[in-house]
């Protein structure tokens, strides 16, 4: 038995893409939704409610969940909301007034918001109508999702590999258990290891894992973050690029690269090991703020429908954010606070023009008040978690390692306005100086080029560009007591908050570029007319014209494309990307699995029945078994609250040929395996370790039935009953 190579797993990439886009973009279609981008962006979003709901739905039924129950749940949603937009435009025939296309109200008029430039009609060289209007989006999304494709596959030459460290275990086997008993409610995750968390990300690694039985979990897991990274990730930055920018040949072209390189791309999660399910939000976000942005912009004053559609929309991509991780949802609040205080003050002033000073005023008050209860709310949440307890102080919170700060301040804000990630080892990668560049030409073009809509847009990108700066700069700069309550909503953890980095750093690169991209055509243009004096050489003046005014749009694409293709960054990252999934070495204890352990753990269900569980410190890396092979470890995760039976067995296995209670437990519990794979991968002496320091190998009490490596499967044979199942 050998490990898989990216070949053999192509069935079940093409399942999870099936799975994860042809129902949503369905659903999407039956909504009246026509625009291929919008169905593309929006499936994702809408396969994973479904997913997500379903799990909790299925697992309140008592049924199983998996390809049968998700797809019927598909084909109702589907259904119903067919049903429900023939009956929209049934009641919308029989009105008494038909609907005016195309009309805008006073309000509109007299709102100063109201000619959005995503609307706009730009210069016919800007903007390419049909087809090949499609082209430049096409091409960035095809670049962008080669590139996160190759370097993966480049990094990590087998799907089978897996990230090794603590918290991959759980991730692993909650797929595992997804597989092996149906049960994929968020409310019950991995009990008793942890009841409550998302985990609509694992349930499509599931599905496709369940598509082919002989494939590994943690292969399944890979296959589901490419096609998050690869197409989910780009397609969204495109979409949030298109809200913020119109349609525009160059933004739709770098976007999808940017997305793919941008401070480290969509590898940095990855490279942390055990982000999946909060990558996975992440890469749904920009599809949310670009929603907002949509709706704060423009759809608010469009009339009913529109308000209610965008408010339907964010409701349901809302809804999928968080059955993948919620707190990803903090980070949107955050980002879209000046878009929403801009459309506050918008919305304030139409009041007062058609309702009075009044109905202005008590409506401010109103929100305010709501704002005050809110973080009132919040407040005391916050007070409860960490305030509580007199004897434990703010200061004693949020101190793992993920929360430790890695700089000074000054440092941390270099760090955030380059773009400069750090890696697993929390070693700072390389800058990429021509991000930086193109950020800060962009700026130039928004602050001092761009004037009205595309002005105010771009600052209140700038603006919520700063505001992630702050939290990021709060988990990296320091461990004041301040700091803890700004970040607590992000474990203090500067990989998350930085994770939204390229998200807006996006949107200001090419809505300052174009700004500037058009200045420069206007004053082509306008150059150019002033000097044709005489008919002759006309025509080849207007291609010498015409090549002048692409020249910095051809240099823009040819610098992203240098980016994409050389960035040092990203070939940094990369490099600590397969050293978080390498093996261990024959003989070594760190990281958790060799190749040869790994190859036992997939053969092990060769011996050992599926309803039978296998003793084994799982500190050890043998806590994968469950992933890799599809057998139940009797210690499931590396720390948790153990039972009487766990935690006596874990310090007195090795006395089994002298200790009753031991054969007792065995007995107990139905176990006849023990499965050998070396030491500790962290400190033996570890406070967390220490209860497994009774596990080891006896050999007059039990039988080698296979080895590999440094790993060893026996059979238990010192207890009478146990040995004679």
């Known amino acids: 038995m050998q490990l898989d190579s990216w070949i053999d797993v192509l069935p079940m990439l093409a399942a999870i893409a099936a799975v994860l886009y042809v129902p949503g973009a369905l659903i999407v279609a039956a909504t009246g939704q026509h625009r291929p981008l919008h169905i593309i962006a929006l499936a994702v979003p809408v396969s994973m409610s479904i997913a997500g709901v379903g799990g909790v739905l299925a697992s309140a039924m008592d049924v199983r969940w998996g390809w049968g129950f998700h797809l019927a749940a598909t084909l109702l949603v589907f259904a119903v909301v067919t049903a429900a937009r023939a009956l929209w435009r049934y009641v919308r025939r029989n009105e008494s007034r038909p609907p005016v296309v195309g009309r805008r109200t006073a309000a509109n008029s007299a709102n100063p918001v109201t000619t959005n430039h995503t609307n706009r009609k730009f210069l016919p060289s800007a903007v390419t109508r049909g087809w090949r209007g499609w082209l430049p989006a096409a091409a960035g999304i ?45 409310l019950h995750a991995l009990p008793p290891i942890r009841e409550v968390y998302p985990i609509a990300f694992q349930q499509f690694a599931a599905l496709g894992a369940m598509i082919m039985p002989d494939t590994t979990v943690p292969a399944a897991m890979t296959c589901t973050w490419l096609i998050f990274g690869a197409v989910v990730w780009p397609v969204s930055i495109l979409f949030l690029v298109r809200a913020v920018c119109g349609r525009r040949t160059l933004s739709d072209f770098i976007a999808p690269i940017l997305a793919a390189v941008c401070a480290g791309g969509p590898f940095l999660l990855l490279d942390w090991g055990t982000l999946y399910s909060m990558f996975a939000g992440q890469a749904m976000m920009p599809v949310l703020f670009a929603l907002a942005w949509t709706w704060c912009r423009r759809d608010w004053h469009d009339g009913p429908a529109a308000v209610v559609g965008g408010l339907a929309w964010m409701t349901v991509v809302g809804l999928a954010i968080s059955v993948a991780h919620f707190r990803v949802i903090m980070t949107f609040l955050l980002i879209a606070i000046p878009l929403m205080l801009a459309w506050l003050v918008d919305a304030a002033k139409t009041l007062k023009v058609h309702k009075g000073v009044r109905a202005m005023t008590a409506a401010i008050v109103a929100f305010v008040c709501m704002v005050a209860v809110v973080f009132g709310v919040g407040c005391m949440v916050f007070a409860r978690m960490y305030l509580q307890d007199p004897s434990r102080p703010i200061s004693d919170h949020l101190n793992g390692g993920p929360a430790q700060p890695t700089e000074d301040i000054p440092s941390a804000i270099g760090r955030f306005l380059t773009g400069t990630p750090i890696n697993t080892l929390n070693n700072r990668l390389a800058t990429d100086w021509l991000v930086v560049i193109l950020l800060l030409a962009a700026a130039v073009g928004i602050i001092a080029v761009a004037h009205g809509v595309i002005r105010r847009d771009g600052l209140l990108l700038i603006a919520s560009f700063l505001l992630l700066g702050f939290v990021f700069v709060s988990c990296a700069g320091t461990h004041a007591d301040w700091a803890k309550v700004v970040t607590a909503l992000w474990y203090k953890d500067q990989r998350r908050p930085f994770a939204a980095w390229p998200m807006l750093a996006t949107p200001i690169i090419c809505l300052g570029l174009n700004a500037l991209c058009d200045a420069w055509q206007a004053w082509s243009s306008k150059r150019t007319s002033a000097n044709q004096t005489r008919k002759a050489g006309t025509a080849m003046k207007a291609s010498a014209t015409a090549v002048v005014m692409c020249a910095p749009r051809c240099l823009a694409a040819l610098l992203v494309l240098l980016i994409g293709i050389a960035s040092p960054q990203i070939r940094g990252m990369m490099a600590s990307v397969s050293n978080s999934y390498r093996f261990a070495n024959s003989g070594q204890t ?22 039978e569980m296998v003793v084994s410190d799982p500190w050890n890396g043998s806590a994968f078994m469950l992933a890799i092979g599809g057998r139940t470890p009797f210690y499931a995760h590396l720390s948790m609250a153990w039972d009487y039976d766990h935690s006596y067995l874990a310090s007195n296995f090795r006395n089994i040929d002298t200790d009753p209670e031991v054969c007792a437990i065995l007995q107990r519990n139905n176990l006849h395996w023990y499965l050998d794979m070396g030491g500790s991968y962290s400190d033996p002496y570890d406070p967390q370790h220490t209860m497994f320091l009774g596990i080891e190998p006896v050999p007059d009490a039990m039988e080698a039935i296979d080895s590999q490596g440094d790993a060893t499967l026996y059979r238990i044979t010192a207890c009478p009953a146990t040995a004679g199942e």
């Open 142 to 186: 095809i670049i962008a999702a080669a590139m996160v494709t190759a370097r993966l596959i480049q990094a990590v030459p087998s799907p089978d590999q897996i990230t090794q460290n603590y918290d991959t275990v759980f991730h692993d086997n909650v797929v595992a258990r997804i597989v092996q008993t149906g049960e994929a409610s968020s």
């Open 590 to 611: 760190y990281p958790m699995v060799s190749r040869d352990e790994y190859l036992l753990l997939k053969r092990i269900g060769n011996y050992v029945p599926q309803n």
